[in-house]
C-alpha cells in the first residue's frame, strides 16, 4: 500500500466516520470493532479488532464432542489436584 490517504471530520461528539475505501481494506462492517494502536507519540494505527462470524465459520471446523458443565468440573479438579492445589470437588 502506498500513500494513499483518506480523511475524515471529527464531530462535536468526538466520533469520526471511518471512509468507505478504508472499511474495504480492514474488511470492517456496521458493528466490528476496531482498535487505536499508538505507534509512537502523536501517530496512531487503526486495526480491526473483531472479525465477522460468517469470516470465522468453518475456520476451526466442528467441535468434536460436546462437553457437560460436570465434565468441566471434572477436569479442573483433575488438573488442580495434579497442581497440588484444592479445586472444585466432584459429585
Known sequence: MG?????????SKGQITIPAD???????????????????????ELIAATRSVRELKGLFGKAASAVS???????????ATRAGHRGLRTK
Do not use: C, H, K, Y
Open 3 to 11: 500513500d494513499e490517504m483518506s480523511t475524515a471530520t471529527l464531530t
Open 22 to 44: 478504508v472499511r474495504r481494506a480492514l474488511n470492517v462492517q456496521t458493528g466490528d470493532r476496531v482498535e487505536f494502536v499508538q505507534i509512537e507519540p502523536g501517530r496512531f
Open 69 to 79: 458443565i460436570d465434565e468441566m468440573n471434572r477436569t479442573i479438579a483433575e488438573q
